[in-house]
């Protein structure tokens, strides 16, 4: 029998709201995620029998809008070629896990998945740059999931910080101050950028964005991440 976790929530609903359904097997998880259908909530991440279903704030939606934005146009000013794949369904049931990334991004893969209706991880890579925002809960589970199906880069946003993680040789995420999937970018300045006031708005925001990214970020060294 399932056992059913709820988080807390306020009174103005400002939190993400969560539940978390233990005890779920791979056909309980494929089950929900037919019930689900074509629409975009709830969120599903599915770890080992524990699914997690969720509703974002208005809070989480405009930080991941944000950094998708930034990713976007500081890609387009580095003269990067990519995909974005959104909060696309990835799952393999010999992994035991399924995430649906808050935007994820296909970039030295490109190629392997173009004009691609359906990305089966069981003959497709996965996606290249994953981003996870935490507002109210961690991201524990979806960093697990990545780890499992071998995502090379991940970005925990928070409000306070963001904080980019690679996958080593050894399979373990390490914390890295720059990013490798858009390159001789830190994640100081991924923060900086987003928490800047936006008086002219956001498409003027994305702009500099991007003629940041060509004229400082793109005459420096790219290599390896320290």
Sequence with gaps: M???????????????????????????YAAMLRLRGGRSL??????????SLGSPSYRHETLKKLLDYFIASALAGLGVPFLPAGSTTFRRKRK???????ETYYLANRA??????????RIDP??????????THDADDAIEVYRRLGVPEVWICTPTEIVML??????????????IAVPGVSAIEVHSWINRPMEAGVT????????????VVAKRPRGPAT
Excluded: F
């Excluded at 035991?96 to 990334?101: A, D, S």
């Excluded at 996965?126 to 507002?135: R, S």
């Excluded at 003027?204 to 004229?215: H, I, L």
């Design 166 to 179: 690679t996958l080593g040789e050894d399979g373990r995420y390490a914390k890295t101050e720059a990013s």
């Design 2 to 28: 399932a056992t059913i976790t709820t988080s807390e929530t306020t009174a103005e609903t400002q939190s993400d709201q969560l539940v978390a359904l233990e005890g779920i097997d791979w056909a309980g």
């Design 126 to 135: 996965p996606p290249d740059l994953a981003v996870e925002v935490v507002v």
């Design 112 to 121: 392997l998945i173009q004009g691609k209706a359906v990305i089966d991880l």
């Design 204 to 215: 003027a925001w994305a702009d500099e964005v991007r003629r940041w990214a060509a004229e």
């Design 42 to 51: 709830p969120r599903m991440t599915y770890l080992d029998g524990r699914l």
């Design 96 to 102: 035991r896990g399924g995430v649906e990334g808050d």
